[in-house]
T-cell receptor, first 112, second 117 residues
Framework: DQQVKQNSPSLSVQEGRISILNCDYT??????FLWYKKYPAEGPTFLIS?????DKNEDGRFTVFLNKSAKHLSLHIVPSQPGDSAVYFC???????????FGAGTQVVVTP | GAGVSQSPSNKVTEKGKDVELRCDPI?????LYWYRQRLGQGLEFLIY????????KSGLPSDRFSAERTGESVSTLTIQRTQQEDSAVYLC???????????????FGEGSWLTVV
């Protein structure tokens, strides 16, 4: 039962351009959404999050957009840098649930 | 270090053997989680502990899997009679309290890579 879906397994983008990663969810109880970044042989690290009471959250080069009616969120990275090359996981949870439901991840490759 | 520590980092075992994976959470973190990631897949929730509450075992895939936690410190994940489909990276994470919210980030360890041959 895949409640969080990342339908693009990979994304290639040129350095300096925008990276857009997409995520869809099915459980309407989810009210908090997160993006994690993972380098090879390392654990995932928290990147940015958004509560369902908002539709946008920015942190430096990273912006997350939430469309609750479409059950869709996206992560924008502007401008993309070579160090952004990693796997990005979308995750969701709801108050009191205590755990995160992850998507399958999107491999981002930023080319010079 | 101050992060989540896992051991062993790599383990190769024969099918049918038992394995134990260990996790040292960040000091003071009351919540501890186990996830696994099989090749080409996302992170799959296994179990989480919150203080003295009964653990949430809803993600354990079979009765061959069990986990314990000593107080609010070390946890061990045990897989009995390992099968090839158990091959994965097993990730431990901890947070101050359970649930991800603003100011309560879940921190992951580097994982224990298990290969069952």
């Amino acid at each position: 039962d895949q409640q969080v879906k990342q339908n693009s397994p990979s994304l290639s983008v040129q350095e300096g351009r925008i990276s857009i990663l997409n995520c869809d969810y099915t459980n309407s109880m989810f009210d908090y959404f997160l993006w994690y970044k993972k380098y090879p042989a390392e654990g995932p690290t928290f990147l940015i999050s958004i509560s369902s009471i908002k539709d946008k959250n920015e942190d430096g080069r990273f912006t997350v957009f939430l469309n609750k009616s479409a059950k869709h969120l996206s992560l924008h990275i502007v401008p993309s840098q070579p160090g952004d090359s990693a796997v990005y996981f979308c995750a969701a949870t709801f108050s009191g649930w205590g755990k995160l439901q992850f998507g399958a991840g999107t491999q981002v490759v930023v080319t010079p | 270090g101050a992060g989540v520590s896992q051991s062993p980092s790599n383990k190769v075992t024969e099918k049918g053997k038992d394995v134990e994976l260990r996790c040292d959470p960040i000091s003071g973190h009351t919540a501890l989680y186990w996830y696994r990631q099989r090749l080409g897949q996302g992170l799959e929730f296994l179990i989480y502990f919150q203080g003295n509450s009964a653990p949430d075992k809803s993600g354990l895939p079979s009765d061959r899997f069990s986990a314990e936690r000593t107080g609010e410190s070390v946890s061990t994940l045990t897989i009995q009679r390992t099968q090839q489909e158990d091959s994965a990276v097993y990730l431990c994470a901890s947070s101050l309290v359970s649930g991800q919210s603003s100011g309560n980030t879940i921190y992951f360890g580097e994982g224990s890579w298990l290969t069952v041959v």
